[in-house]
């Protein structure tokens, strides 16, 4: 029901965009972003977007990655430049309705130093 794309392999100061759709099944989405995982670390937080155009960053990509958001389209965009080898991992896109949170596959972002 979510369908991202946009990871791939980068050099370490480059830039990348991750894209991802929801699907017209998830109806009342009032919130979407982006996680990431890295090998051998749990899920965590990369931004969030809400309805609103309201955003949250962790501490680690802020000033370096910008969300944004087509209400209408249902679709949730990661701008990510300064690329970091921290950065390496899968990100995952996610939406958020009243009744449950709903996540994609997954998309592979490498960053080579």
């Known amino acids: 029901q979510l369908q991202a794309c946009g990871g791939g392999l980068v050099q370490a100061g480059g830039s990348l965009r991750l894209s991802c759709a929801a699907s017209g099944r998830i109806s009342g989405i009032n919130a979407m972003g982006w996680y990431r995982q890295a090998p051998g670390k749990q899920r965590d937080l990369v931004a969030t977007?809400?309805?609103?155009?309201?955003?949250n960053y962790a501490d680690s990509v802020k000033g370096r990655f910008t969300i944004s958001r087509d209400n209408v389209k249902n679709t949730v965009h990661l701008q990510m430049n300064n690329l970091k080898p921290e950065d390496t991992a899968v990100y995952y896109c996610?939406?958020?309705?009243?009744?449950?949170?709903?996540w994609g596959k997954g998309t592979l972002v490498t960053v080579s130093s």
């Open positions: 996610y939406a958020r309705n009243i009744l449950s949170d709903y």
């Open positions: 977007i809400l309805n609103g155009g309201r955003t």
